[in-house]
């Protein structure tokens, strides 16, 4: 028998049988040194096998748990075949009527995998037992693009009832919003389930507001996995779409980071007294707000930022050469966006058994 034979399939009988002797019985025919070294390396193999059994009963489980929580590109190929030209269709449909819906879904998005994870939380209205995130500051009157997810929602319910989360739908149209007005395309992991609550206090805490510095900025994306390169690309999603002026009052009339013509153009549209045209909106991207490409980092470059947030970008700080080098090279954007919008998308998903599947986006079944 040689030495290590008992570990090899942790067989905890091996030390009798592999020496031809069964230790219990018979150690009277050994001598008396060596039957109690054999004893106690039979006992303390016992041991050995009952503590690796339960580890590999350790690992297993946790294989299993985390197995749940996968996210895939092609979780719905059978239980829903049609279910992305069915979302594209709808967010094209919505973006030709109105071109600044693309951003609207994007946005969504990004709120709603801020705060508690990408669980559809943000499309839910509030009741009786949660006050919701529809009316959170960062949401309040800006939100929007409800009725298109609900369009959405109904386009698949005919096509497969009971099978696409509200969550994963908008993981969807965020991408096609981003397609349909230029930018890259990506495979969208699915899997989500919704969640069955939502809270108005944690969308307040955990969405950065436009008034954030960069180490707020920073801070916040770290806290969520994500990285300053990710931070960067993220914004560059304000490439398209607009801003409320009391977003950006306070930038234009007060800061000296900006260019000179930019804050006139911008002022013409945003009264300096509060209460005068808050409402008024501004492109997030003067030259091609409805178009997905890389002019928001050149305006960045150029001080041209309509957001303070925007602005702390490229500020002097840590994230300048990122910004230089999606102002310079497109591509680069782009991919980086994709990951970024990728690893985004994975924050604390509802799988497995956790959450539901909506039958209508705004309640809980």
Same mark, same amino acid.
């Given at each position: 028998?040689?030495?290590?034979?008992?570990? /090899?399939?942790?067989? %905890?009988?091996?030390?009798?049988?592999?020496?031809?002797?069964?230790?219990?019985?018979?150690?009277?025919?050994?001598?008396?040194?060596?039957?109690?070294?054999?004893?106690?390396?039979?006992?303390?193999?016992?041991?050995?096998?009952?503590?690796?059994?339960?580890? %590999?009963?350790?690992?297993?489980?946790?294989?299993?748990?985390?197995?749940?929580?996968?996210?895939?590109?092609?979780?719905?190929?059978?239980?829903?075949?049609?279910?992305?030209?069915?979302?594209?269709?709808?967010?094209?449909?919505?973006?030709?009527?109105?071109? /600044?819906?693309?951003?609207?879904?994007? /946005?969504?998005?990004?709120?709603?995998?801020?705060?508690?994870?990408?669980?559809?939380?943000?499309?839910?209205?509030?009741?009786?037992?949660?006050?919701?995130?529809?009316?959170?500051?960062?949401?309040?009157?800006? =939100?929007?693009?409800?009725?298109?997810?609900?369009?959405?929602?109904?386009?698949?319910?005919?096509?497969?009832?009971?099978?696409?989360?509200?969550?994963?739908?908008?993981?969807? =149209?965020?991408?096609?919003?981003?397609?349909?007005?230029?930018?890259?395309?990506?495979?969208?992991?699915?899997?989500?389930?919704?969640?069955?609550?939502?809270?108005?206090? =944690?969308?307040?805490?955990?969405?950065?507001?436009?008034?954030?510095?960069?180490?707020?900025?920073?801070?916040?994306?770290? =806290?969520?996995?994500?990285?300053?390169?990710?931070?960067?690309?993220?914004?560059?999603?304000?490439?398209?779409?607009?801003? /409320?002026?009391?977003?950006?009052?306070?930038?234009?009339?007060?800061?000296?980071?900006?260019?000179?013509?930019?804050?006139?153009?911008?002022?013409?549209? %945003?009264?300096?007294?509060?209460?005068?045209?808050?409402?008024?909106?501004?492109?997030?991207?003067?030259?091609?707000?409805?178009?997905?490409?890389?002019?928001?980092?050149?305006?960045?470059?150029?001080?041209?930022?309509?957001?303070?947030?925007?602005?702390?970008?490229?500020?002097?700080?840590?994230?300048?050469?990122?910004?230089?080098?999606?102002?310079?090279?497109?591509?680069?954007?782009?991919?980086?966006?994709?990951?970024?919008?990728?690893?985004?998308?994975?924050?604390?998903?509802?799988?497995?058994?956790?959450?539901?599947?909506?039958?209508?986006?705004?309640?809980?079944?």
């Amino acid at each position: 028998m040689t030495k290590f034979s008992v570990f /090899r399939g942790c067989d %905890c009988h091996a030390c009798s049988r592999n020496s031809g002797f069964n230790p219990y019985n018979h150690f009277m025919e050994f001598n008396d040194d060596l039957c109690p070294n054999i004893m106690l390396m039979c006992i303390k193999t016992q041991i050995f096998c009952k503590t690796f059994n339960i580890i %590999c009963l350790a690992i297993l489980i946790f294989l299993v748990g985390n197995s749940s929580a996968q996210l895939s590109t092609n979780f719905y190929s059978n239980s829903c075949p049609k279910l992305f030209s069915t979302v594209e269709c709808a967010v094209k449909s919505a973006i030709s009527k109105e071109a /600044r819906m693309g951003a609207s879904l994007l /946005r969504l998005f990004f709120h709603d995998c801020f705060v508690n994870g990408c669980d559809g939380s943000v499309l839910l209205d509030d009741t009786s037992s949660f006050t919701g995130e529809k009316n959170a500051i960062p949401n309040r009157n800006s =939100a929007r693009g409800f009725d298109v997810v609900d369009n959405i929602k109904s386009a698949v319910e005919n096509t497969c009832p009971g099978v696409v989360s509200c969550a994963d739908i908008l993981a969807i =149209a965020a991408r096609d919003s981003v397609v349909t007005l230029g930018g890259p395309n990506w495979n969208v992991k699915l899997g989500r389930k919704d969640a069955k609550t939502a809270s108005r206090a =944690a969308a307040n805490n955990g969405i950065p507001p436009p008034t954030s510095n960069l180490n707020a900025l920073i801070s916040r994306f770290s =806290a969520l996995g994500l990285s300053n390169k990710d931070l960067v690309a993220l914004s560059g999603s304000h490439t398209i779409g607009q801003a /409320r002026c009391t977003s950006f009052r306070a930038r234009i009339y007060n800061e000296s980071n900006l260019d000179a013509s930019f804050a006139r153009t911008r002022q013409g549209n %945003c009264p300096r007294a509060n209460g005068s045209g808050d409402n008024n909106l501004a492109p997030l991207d003067l030259q091609t707000p409805t178009n997905f490409e890389n002019n928001y980092f050149k305006n960045l470059v150029n001080q041209r930022g309509l957001l303070h947030s925007d602005q702390q970008l490229y500020n002097g700080g840590s994230t300048n050469s990122i910004v230089s080098s999606y102002a310079n090279n497109p591509n680069t954007f782009y991919s980086d966006f994709v990951s970024a919008m990728i690893k985004m998308g994975d924050i604390r998903p509802l799988t497995g058994s956790n959450g539901e599947i909506r039958k209508n986006c705004r309640r809980t079944n």
